[in-house]
């Protein structure tokens, strides 16, 4: 499988963005999915999981009524959404795939086999 992020860019606070992650080759309904982020100089956090059915998500409190996190099988795409953006959101971010089976997301970055490239996200005041 392989992942593609876009979507990124300079933004504004109290902006909106949606970044998209198209996935290629192999399986993808069947896999658990995330979105994780890496501002310069911190370690990489989970920001956005979904599980393979879209039946739950999972969000971290720097992002939770701010994102939201779908997916749609058929274009074989995840998006992540989020609104009121602020400056401590500026990093890049990372969609990640399990192995497919695996349905269920992990919030743990050792969980997801598959990374796409990464997108960076600038908020700036």
């Known amino acids: 499988v392989q992942l593609q992020a876009s979507g990124g860019g300079v933004l504004q606070t109290g902006d909106s963005l949606k970044l998209s992650c198209a996935a290629s080759g192999g399986t993808f309904n069947d896999a658990g999915m995330a979105w994780f982020r890496q501002a310069l100089g911190k370690e990489r956090e989970i920001v956005a999981a979904?599980?393979?059915?879209?039946?739950?998500?999972f969000y971290a409190d720097s992002v939770k009524g701010r994102a939201t996190i779908s997916r749609d099988d058929a274009k074989r795409t995840v998006y992540l959404e989020m609104n009121g953006l602020k400056s401590e959101d500026t990093a890049v971010y990372f969609c990640a795939a399990r192995r497919p089976g695996l349905r269920l997301y992990s919030l743990y970055e050792s969980g997801y086999e598959y990374w796409g490239q990464g997108t960076q996200v600038t908020v700036s005041s």
């Open positions: 979904i599980n393979w059915s879209a039946g739950a998500t």
